[in-house]
């Protein structure tokens, strides 16, 4: 298992969260009977590999890939329209988040993407629908 396995599941929609020192992956609704196999028999290398440091090439290439992601899909002018409200806020403390996860562990990291990758999702759904 390598950092690029970790971010590829990442990007397939799956969450890591280690507490206590036990590895919690999720949604469960998602876990294959394979991805369920693979991860039981990584799970120490998951584990260190989410509390290790992220590098700073690393942690550009993720976001950069994520970014990439959101804007194929993204509607011309929602981040503008935005501005002033809530979730215009919420996108700001999730540029903040990334830029402290920077300094932080692969778990922080992709913690830190998936907050950035939710708030865009809602920024875009409140312009398509029009709010």
Same mark, same amino acid.
């Given at each position: ?5 970790? $971010?590829?599941l990442?990007?397939? #929609? ?6 206590? =020192? ?18 039981? !028999?990584?799970? !120490?290398? /998951?584990? *260190? @590999? @989410?509390?290790?440091?992220?590098? *700073?090439?690393?942690?550009? !290439?993720?976001? /950069?890939?994520?970014?990439?992601? /959101? ?5 011309? #002018? ?11 806020? +919420?996108?700001q403390?999730? =540029?903040?988040?990334?830029? +402290? ?8 990291? @992709?913690?830190?993407?998936?907050? $950035?990758?939710?708030?865009?999702m809602? /920024?875009?759904?409140? $312009?398509? !629908? =029009?709010?």
């Amino acid at each position: 298992m390598t950092s690029k396995d970790l $971010y590829a599941l990442h990007c397939k #929609g799956f969450n890591f969260e280690i507490r206590d =020192g036990t590895l919690f992956v999720g949604p469960a609704s998602k876990l294959t009977d394979d991805i369920k196999a693979t991860i039981k !028999q990584h799970k !120490q290398e /998951i584990i *260190e @590999l @989410l509390k290790g440091p992220i590098t *700073e090439d690393e942690a550009r !290439q993720w976001l /950069i890939n994520d970014t990439k992601a /959101i804007m194929r899909d993204w509607p011309q #002018g929602a981040l503008l329209d935005a501005k002033g409200t809530p979730l215009y806020e +919420e996108y700001q403390k999730a =540029g903040d988040c990334i830029d +402290e996860a920077f300094d932080g562990t692969r778990e922080d990291f @992709l913690k830190a993407l998936t907050k $950035y990758e939710n708030v865009m999702m809602k /920024i875009a759904d409140s $312009y398509r !629908q =029009g709010r």
